[in-house]
């Protein structure tokens, strides 16, 4: 009965290219946990857009009176504040879930300017080649070479602790990955007939690099781009943990974690509740990245 | 042999003097003028202000203070600390045996569940064990350590009592003079009944946490990479050979499908040495991660500046070891290259 029902749904797609994107979901909807991933991303990022709507309270607000509340359904919970409140009374749910807000905005940003300089520098490394690539590449070796977390520590310490330089700190972090990733594959195409025939049909090398070679490189790219948003989510929550990332009040997950762990015996659940929000955020991410990479990079699909 | 271990470490030079350059510059971009630190907020003579900046050397051309710089950290002077006026080398190196101590346990927690859970889930593709044991290591590779560490403080040490919350030893209890700097080992040197306990009571904590990101991605990897293995030609011929199944699997496919995991191993180190930073800070573990934390919370740059710079040479160090290893087990990449 199941493998009737199955041929009934590819059917219609099974006469030939039917279209990339179509190809690309019936691939990546074969993975379970891929789409209860996205599905599970997209509520958080529902969250995050409309953070002012769900929100019952700004994240921000101190109800004094209401300080280190338990989550409504256990004992001395109270309803108006579901999920408890902190030391300072803010209400525990409304920060979390402008929190979201914070961290996707986080990896979002580092993902969106590490690719794009990323591509940049790979594409200008693997074309230019000679004392231009060895230079660039030099330089990544030497992120490369210290630890992710100490780097960005070091950056931090220079730049300042706040959320615009921990975005600016993660995304050099990240940054060697993908100008790597973009060289590589540059280099394994810019030898291929397609390439020599656009430029002997005299195509302009900017236009060679970005619309002839670039789209050939593109879908491990996007896979190490969706895993690096968890990855930067990660990091920036760890500098905020510190004291080196978002600087209070910002609701940041990281930060929100520093400011509980005197109260870890006390009142446990002010600690629970942010790293689950960062487990859960980053659980999805990757198991969605996992179904991506299956879906368009069939070369490293995992067995 | 020889060659490509010459050439290999001779690659490591530049990223060496580059690494020093970054920190050099980093530390001139520290808000704050060092001269201004020392001296004060309150004006003093332009005279004495000539003689302090003489004395630091900050009325050299730029390019001479570099230089000055790397000649100094060749000398193995990797400048003073401001807050404890002791040499940045010889507090890291008293710091480091106990980073050291933390991060060989965690290490050893992760390669011994991780690849036999790996080799097991490989082995038993598609069961209960395998799905349920690549749901736990998506789950540990997502994790965020210190939140890991303060659930298992709350858990294990806080609610059930069964470890410590921090520290290395129980110091009201044991005392004695660090001989190796690895607790474990001094604590058996000291002679003093149940020190080695304690000391091994409290690294369980901070191991497991540590461990943990390795832990998954080892599982992960070995798992792929057997799968991978168990499919070659040469696992059928020995196979059809009638060898026992142990002898196929623990000789002629393990041995092949550990070179990639070995390599893995190697490159933890790096994100060892992060997680390091955050796992010493939740458990007040005294090593150089939570001193490298501490020196910015102080602004002690100079003992930050010489904190990274070793932080990274270990770290560039192990790598190297690591490839040439790597090219000792696999001849492939010897001739490749």
Same mark, same amino acid.
């Given at each position: 009965?199941?493998?009737?029902?199955?041929?009934?749904?590819?059917?219609?797609?099974?006469?030939?290219?039917?279209?990339?994107?179509?190809?690309?979901?019936?691939?990546?909807?074969?993975?379970?946990?891929?789409?209860?991933?996205?599905?599970?991303?997209?509520?958080?990022?529902?969250?995050?857009?409309?953070?002012?709507?769900?929100?019952?309270?700004?994240?921000?607000?101190?109800?004094?009176?209401?300080?280190?509340?338990?989550?409504?359904?256990?004992?001395?919970?109270?309803?108006?504040?579901?999920?408890?409140?902190?030391?300072?009374?803010?209400?525990?749910?409304?920060?979390?879930?402008?929190?979201?807000?914070?961290?996707?905005?986080?990896?979002?940003?580092?993902?969106?300017?590490?690719?794009?300089?990323?591509?940049?520098?790979?594409?200008?490394?693997?074309?230019?080649?000679?004392?231009?690539?060895?230079?660039?590449?030099?330089?990544?070796?030497?992120?490369?070479?210290?630890?992710?977390?100490?780097?960005?520590?070091?950056?931090?310490?220079?730049?300042?602790?706040?959320?615009?330089?921990?975005?600016?700190?993660?995304?050099?972090?990240?940054?060697?990955?993908?100008?790597?990733?973009?060289?590589?594959?540059?280099?394994?195409?810019?030898?291929?007939?397609?390439?020599?025939?656009?430029?002997?049909?005299?195509?302009?090398?900017?236009?060679?690099?970005?619309?002839?070679?670039?789209?050939?490189?593109?879908?491990?790219?996007?896979?190490?781009?969706?895993?690096?948003?968890?990855?930067?989510?990660?990091?920036?929550?760890?500098?905020?943990?510190?004291?080196?990332?978002?600087?209070?009040?910002?609701?940041?997950?990281?930060?929100?974690?520093?400011?509980?762990?005197?109260?870890?015996?006390?009142?446990?659940?002010?600690?629970?509740?942010?790293?689950?929000?960062?487990?859960?955020?980053?659980?999805?991410?990757?198991?969605?990245?996992?179904?991506?990479?299956?879906?368009?990079?069939?070369?490293?699909?995992?067995? | 042999?020889?060659?490509?271990?010459?050439?290999?470490?001779?690659?490591?030079?530049?990223?060496?003097?580059?690494?020093?350059?970054?920190?050099?510059?980093?530390?001139?971009?520290?808000?704050?003028?060092?001269?201004?630190?020392?001296?004060?907020?309150?004006?003093?003579?332009?005279?004495?202000?000539?003689?302090?900046?003489?004395?630091?050397?900050?009325?050299?051309?730029?390019?001479?203070?570099?230089?000055?710089?790397?000649?100094?950290?060749?000398?193995?002077?990797?400048?003073?600390?401001?807050?404890?006026?002791?040499?940045?080398?010889?507090?890291?190196?008293? /710091?480091?045996?106990?980073?050291?101590?933390?991060?060989?346990?965690?290490?050893?927690?992760?390669?011994?569940?991780?690849?036999?859970?790996?080799?097991?889930?490989?082995?038993?593709?598609?069961?209960?064990?395998?799905?349920?044991?690549?749901? #736990?290591?998506?789950?540990?590779?997502?994790?965020? #350590?210190?939140?890991?560490?303060?659930?298992?403080?709350?858990?294990?040490?806080?609610?059930?009592?069964?470890?410590?919350?921090?520290?290395?030893?129980?110091?009201?209890?044991?005392?004695?003079?660090?001989?190796?700097?690895?607790? /474990? #080992?001094?604590?058996? /040197?000291?002679?003093?009944?149940?020190?080695?306990?304690?000391?091994?009571?409290?690294?369980?904590?901070?191991?497991?946490?540590?461990?943990?990101?390795?832990?998954?991605?080892?599982?992960?990897?070995?798992?792929?990479?057997?799968?991978?293995?168990?499919?070659?030609?040469?696992?059928?011929?020995?196979?059809?050979?009638?060898?026992?199944?142990?002898?196929?699997?623990?000789?002629?496919?393990?041995?092949?499908?550990?070179?990639?995991?070995?390599?893995?191993?190697?490159?933890?180190?790096?994100?060892?040495?992060?997680?390091?930073?955050?796992?010493?800070? #939740?458990?007040?573990?005294?090593?150089?991660?939570?001193?490298?934390?501490?020196?910015?919370?102080?602004?002690?740059?100079?003992?930050?500046?010489?904190?990274?710079?070793?932080?990274?040479?270990?770290?560039?160090?192990?790598?190297?070891?690591?490839?040439?290893?790597?090219?000792?087990?696999?001849?492939?990449?010897?001739?490749?290259?």
């Amino acid at each position: 009965m199941a493998a009737d029902i199955s041929v009934v749904d590819t059917a219609p797609a099974i006469p030939a290219p039917a279209g990339p994107l179509r190809a690309f979901w019936a691939s990546f909807s074969e993975n379970r946990g891929a789409v209860i991933g996205m599905l599970v991303l997209l509520l958080i990022v529902l969250l995050a857009v409309f953070a002012p709507l769900v929100a019952p309270y700004s994240p921000t607000e101190q109800f004094r009176e209401f300080s280190k509340l338990p989550p409504a359904w256990s004992e001395g919970g109270d309803w108006r504040y579901v999920l408890g409140t902190d030391a300072l009374g803010r209400d525990m749910l409304s920060r979390l879930v402008y929190g979201a807000r914070v961290s996707l905005f986080i990896g979002l940003a580092v993902m969106v300017v590490s690719v794009a300089v990323g591509v940049a520098l790979g594409l200008v490394a693997a074309f230019a080649g000679g004392i231009t690539d060895v230079a660039i590449m030099r330089v990544m070796d030497l992120i490369i070479s210290v630890p992710g977390l100490v780097l960005a520590i070091l950056i931090v310490s220079v730049l300042g602790p706040s959320l615009a330089n921990t975005i600016v700190a993660v995304t050099i972090v990240f940054l060697p990955r993908y100008v790597r990733l973009v060289r590589a594959s540059a280099m394994g195409e810019i030898g291929k007939d397609y390439v020599t025939a656009a430029r002997v049909a005299g195509v302009g090398r900017l236009r060679l690099m970005a619309s002839t070679v670039l789209p050939n490189c593109l879908a491990p790219l996007i896979v190490q781009a969706a895993l690096g948003v968890s990855e930067a989510i990660l990091e920036a929550a760890a500098l905020g943990f510190l004291g080196l990332g978002a600087q209070p009040p910002t609701p940041e997950w990281g930060s929100m974690l520093a400011d509980s762990r005197e109260f870890i015996r006390s009142n446990p659940w002010i600690v629970t509740l942010p790293g689950l929000a960062i487990l859960v955020t980053v659980i999805s991410i990757n198991l969605m990245g996992d179904g991506l990479r299956d879906a368009l990079d069939p070369k490293l699909k995992r067995s | 042999m020889f060659k490509f271990l010459l050439k290999r470490a001779a690659l490591t030079i530049p990223t060496f003097f580059a690494l020093m350059f970054v920190t050099f510059v980093a530390i001139r971009l520290v808000p704050g003028d060092p001269v201004e630190v020392r001296t004060g907020e309150r004006g003093i003579s332009p005279e004495r202000l000539a003689q302090f900046r003489h004395e630091l050397g900050l009325d050299q051309p730029v390019w001479k203070q570099f230089l000055d710089y790397v000649w100094q950290l060749l000398h193995g002077d990797f400048g003073t600390s401001i807050v404890t006026n002791e040499r940045v080398l010889t507090e890291f190196f008293q /710091l480091f045996p106990a980073t050291l101590e933390l991060s060989f346990f965690a290490m050893l927690f992760a390669i011994g569940i991780g690849i036999p859970a790996g080799v097991i889930a490989a082995l038993k593709r598609g069961s209960i064990f395998d799905q349920t044991l690549m749901g #736990i290591s998506l789950t540990g590779f997502s994790m965020p #350590i210190f939140w890991w560490g303060l659930l298992l403080i709350m858990l294990v040490a806080e609610r059930w009592g069964l470890t410590p919350v921090s520290g290395r030893i129980d110091l009201i209890r044991f005392y004695f003079e660090p001989v190796t700097g690895f607790m /474990l #080992i001094d604590s058996l /040197l000291s002679d003093q009944p149940g020190a080695f306990w304690s000391a091994l009571h409290h690294l369980v904590l901070p191991a497991i946490v540590l461990g943990t990101v390795p832990l998954a991605t080892l599982a992960r990897m070995t798992r792929s990479s057997m799968l991978e293995v168990l499919s070659e030609d040469y696992v059928r011929t020995a196979r059809a050979k009638g060898l026992s199944t142990f002898r196929v699997i623990g000789v002629h496919a393990l041995r092949n499908a550990l070179i990639p995991v070995v390599t893995i191993i190697g490159l933890q180190v790096g994100s060892l040495m992060a997680g390091a930073v955050l796992t010493e800070t #939740i458990f007040s573990w005294p090593g150089v991660g939570k001193w490298l934390i501490e020196s910015i919370g102080r602004r002690d740059y100079p003992a930050l500046q010489g904190g990274i710079l070793l932080i990274s040479s270990v770290v560039i160090i192990v790598n190297l070891t690591v490839d040439i290893l790597y090219g000792t087990i696999n001849p492939r990449i010897r001739h490749g290259r």
